[in-house]
């Protein structure tokens, strides 16, 4: 199904503080947590929520100062991440995009550019990415081309897991320059001639993020919306961590939002096993167990979604070498606990529910289908060879952009 473009933007409210972004998410995922199975169920994709998200600020929360944003450091963003993940891990990804190529226009691109499309943030509008691509080798291979011409650039090219894409009012298109070679990202309208968003997106998990194909046939870009992709990701900027913490929030939120559900059924839905001589569920002594085996592992998660928030924001404030190691070798620590947290627990949810709740009706199994399908991104296998690495040879994880 070709999707229509987004609807005109409106301005974002003025958040200005950590605890006002906080508070705003924690307020829209009480919220959305009621519709989000069935949201899941029918795949209808919520672009009330999604306009409900972009009029609390939610969007614009890392616009610099200098353009009159609120400059939020990454930590908040990753907890504003990880709160909506609680209530829906579809809704929660949609926005990843979004911030991690505002930070790399913030980090590589000219100024002029950075005012623009700040301004345009601050005044509503979405990014979506077009930046994954089927056809290569790897993930990491680009053949969409930006061909450099006497009156601006054209882009021609086919991506797909373009996350947001239904909803944005702006692509970011990662792109190979025709006459460099070079990576490139360009900033095109969504609603540009010769861009076709296909809702083709078909994942057994996080159903509505949107993730689907995106065409390019011929599209114009301005030349003066086209930067080169180096500054962002091969210099110790601490670009890669941050959009890896983002991912590690989502699954932390999920992981949490399975135990809170499933303590939740057990209080309220499940029946003792008859051996346990008790008259409610939650007396088990079997079931307390395993809860306090399950919360160690959710609140291992969060624990080191903190401690990998701090690291991202020291290298923010104090890029460098020594500081961007650390935020990748902090986040990919609590990206390998917050894999097991988000495949882990959704899945026990079930085992200490019992078979009620495994009714299709209560949609318990998208905490599990949404976990087992966004901790795919990037495989946690890497990350620990990156950590053992460090801890035995003193090397530091590569600059690439993706830890």
């Given at each position: 199904m070709t999707v229509a473009p987004a609807a005109d933007s409106r301005p974002a409210a003025a958040i200005d503080s950590a605890e006002a972004a906080v508070d705003a998410a924690r307020d829209l995922a009480s919220r959305f947590a009621d519709g989000a199975a069935q949201r899941d169920r029918e795949r209808h994709l919520p672009h009330a929520e999604v306009e409900y998200l972009s009029?609390?600020?939610?969007f614009a929360l890392t616009v610099p100062a200098r353009?009159?944003?609120?400059?939020?450091?990454?930590?908040?963003?990753?907890?504003?991440?990880?709160?909506?993940?609680?209530?829906?891990?579809?809704?929660?990804?949609?926005?990843?995009?979004?911030?991690?190529?505002?930070?790399?226009?913030?980090?590589?691109?000219?100024?002029?550019?950075?005012?623009?499309?700040?301004?345009?943030?601050?005044?509503?509008?979405?990014?979506?990415?077009?930046?994954?691509?089927?056809?290569?080798?790897?993930?990491?291979?680009?053949?969409?081309?930006?061909?450099?011409?006497?009156?601006?650039?054209?882009?021609?090219?086919?991506?797909?897991?373009?996350?947001?894409?239904?909803?944005?009012?702006?692509?970011a298109v990662?792109?190979?320059?025709?006459?460099?070679?070079?990576?490139?990202?360009?900033?095109?309208?969504?609603?540009?001639?010769?861009?076709?968003?296909?809702?083709?997106?078909?994942?057994?998990?996080?159903?509505?993020?949107?993730?689907?194909?995106?065409?390019?046939?011929?599209?114009?870009?301005?030349?003066?919306?086209?930067?080169t992709r180096t500054g962002a990701v091969s210099e110790p900027t601490g670009y890669g961590a941050f959009a890896q913490l983002l991912h590690v929030a989502?699954?932390?939120?999920?992981?949490?939002?399975?135990?809170?559900?499933?303590?939740?059924?057990?209080?309220?839905?499940?029946?003792?096993?008859?051996?346990?001589?008790v008259d409610r569920a939650q007396d088990d002594p079997l079931l307390i167990h395993r809860f306090g085996e399950l919360t160690v592992t959710v609140r291992s998660a969060e624990a080191a979604l903190v401690v990998a928030g701090a690291a991202v924001d020291a290298a923010f404030t104090t890029p460098g070498p020594d500081?961007?190691?650390?935020?990748?070798?902090?986040?990919?620590?609590?990206?390998?606990?917050?894999?097991?947290?988000?495949?882990?627990?959704?899945?026990?949810?079930?085992?200490?529910?019992?078979?009620?709740s495994a009714g299709g009706d209560l949609g318990l199994d998208r905490f599990w289908r949404d976990g087992r399908t966004h901790t795919l991104h990037d495989p946690v296998r890497y990350k620990v060879q990156h950590l053992g690495r460090f801890t035995l040879n003193e090397v530091r994880p590569p600059l690439h952009g993706v830890v």
């Open positions: 009029d609390a600020g939610l353009f009159g944003g609120p400059d939020l450091p990454p930590s908040v963003i990753a907890e504003v991440f990880r709160t909506l993940a609680t209530a829906d891990g579809s809704l929660a990804q949609i926005p990843h995009s979004h911030y991690v190529y505002l930070t790399a226009l913030r980090l590589a691109a000219p100024e002029g550019l950075q005012r623009r499309i700040f301004e345009q943030v601050l005044d509503g509008a979405r990014i979506a990415n077009a930046q994954s691509e089927r056809g290569g080798k790897t993930v990491a291979d680009v053949a969409t081309t930006l061909t450099r011409t006497p009156d601006g650039a054209h882009l021609d090219g086919e991506k797909f897991y373009c996350t947001g894409s239904p909803y944005a009012h702006l692509l990662l792109a190979r320059d025709a006459d460099s070679g070079e990576q490139v990202i360009a900033f095109v309208q969504a609603d540009t001639p010769g861009i076709t968003i296909v809702d083709d997106w078909n994942g057994l998990g996080q159903r509505t993020t949107g993730s689907g194909t995106v065409r390019f046939d011929d599209v114009a870009v301005p030349l003066d919306a086209v930067f989502i699954d932390t939120g999920i992981a949490r939002g399975a135990l809170d559900a499933a303590a939740q059924f057990v209080r309220t839905t499940s029946r003792p096993w008859f051996e346990a001589e500081t961007a190691a650390e935020a990748s070798l902090a986040v990919a620590t609590a990206k390998v606990l917050a894999d097991r947290a988000a495949t882990e627990v959704p899945a026990a949810l079930f085992e200490v529910s019992g078979t009620r």
